[in-house]
């Protein structure tokens, strides 16, 4: 008996090494999953005050630090920005450096990256002098960013070459109104309204400045240099756009010149197709490519005591 039962105990425990073996070998030789990932969200740069940098009170005689968090929350990389304070009187108070250029490129959101890029900007006075006829000072800081950002979106879209044709099987229907939800941008496609006719099809593309809480200001571009105080209204507002479809078909969009400007923060781009030269309805994407410099800021007010008032 006692035998037997170390037979039973042994085939049992070799049984389990073999399955958990198998089981191993399984999950060892199955293809990688890979993550999920949505282009979805309406910020790019995001800039935090970081806590106590600086502070709401600080004192003469010593330094006065800015030290802030940034963000990439789209999905755009972020080659080159540049960051403003204003708001303070420089003769006062020498902060450096001013402005602050970003080090190195800021990845945007990916799949392997959905948190997006991560940096800092410090800015620092070393030793605050006040006039001593000065009790206090009470500016209000205000840290600008200006960078290049785009905003790509692909919504599927039916192409008709015969409307008119009611009886036959349809692989697709052109959909009237085709809602794109956000695209990892402050700038967002919208909306794409389509409509088939005879002789093509007929495309408005409704994108608006979407810019997340406190909203920024889209601008030209080629007017990057000018940000944030040179800006002029030439420059505001003035969006760039391709647009194109997967299959190749020639589109042709309104403004011809492949500018747009915002209008109370939306716009709208009209673009049309000749008849496709593929004879059943079938589906593509719509593909839109919107380039346009961003600005945005934060503000805080830090109250500076003169230690030294009253001794002049």
Request: include cysteine.
């Amino acid at each position: 008996m006692a035998t037997n039962k170390k037979i039973w105990v042994f085939s049992l425990f070799l049984v389990l090494l073999i399955t958990t073996g198998c089981g191993y070998q399984r999950g060892k030789n199955e293809p990688p999953t890979s993550a999920a990932f949505t282009a979805t969200g309406t910020e790019g740069l995001v800039m935090t005050f970081t806590p106590e940098q600086p502070p709401v009170k600080v004192y003469t005689g010593g330094p006065l630090t800015f030290l802030v968090e940034v963000k990439n929350r789209g999905t755009t990389t972020v080659q080159s920005a540049m960051f403003y304070l204003s708001g303070y009187d420089a003769t006062m108070l020498p902060i450096t450096p001013n402005p602050f250029a970003l080090q190195m490129p800021l990845e945007g959101k990916t799949q392997f990256n959905p948190e997006g890029g991560y940096t800092t900007v410090q800015m620092e006075a070393q030793n605050i002098v006040l006039p001593p006829e000065m009790p206090n000072y009470k500016p209000t800081f205000l840290l600008t960013a200006c960078y290049p950002y785009k905003t790509y979106a692909t919504p599927m879209v039916c192409i008709d070459p015969n409307p008119q044709d009611t009886v036959s099987d349809k692989a697709c229907y052109v959909q009237k109104v085709i809602g794109t939800g956000s695209q990892g941008a402050p700038v967002a496609v919208e909306s794409v309204e389509s409509q088939a006719t005879p002789r093509g099809m007929f495309f408005r593309i409704h994108i608006a400045n979407v810019g997340g809480a406190g909203k920024g200001m889209a601008y030209d571009i080629n007017a990057l240099n000018s940000c944030p105080g040179s800006l002029t209204y030439n420059d505001i507002n003035k969006i760039q756009y391709m647009v194109s479809l997967g299959s190749g078909e020639p589109v042709t969009c309104q403004p011809s010149n492949n500018e747009v400007r915002l209008v109370n923060g939306k716009a709208t781009i009209f673009c049309q197709t000749p008849r496709s030269t593929q004879g059943q309805a079938y589906q593509t994407p719509l593909r839109i490519e919107l380039v346009y410099g961003y600005k945005n800021s934060i503000s805080k007010q830090v109250e500076i005591e003169n230690l030294d008032f009253g001794r002049a």
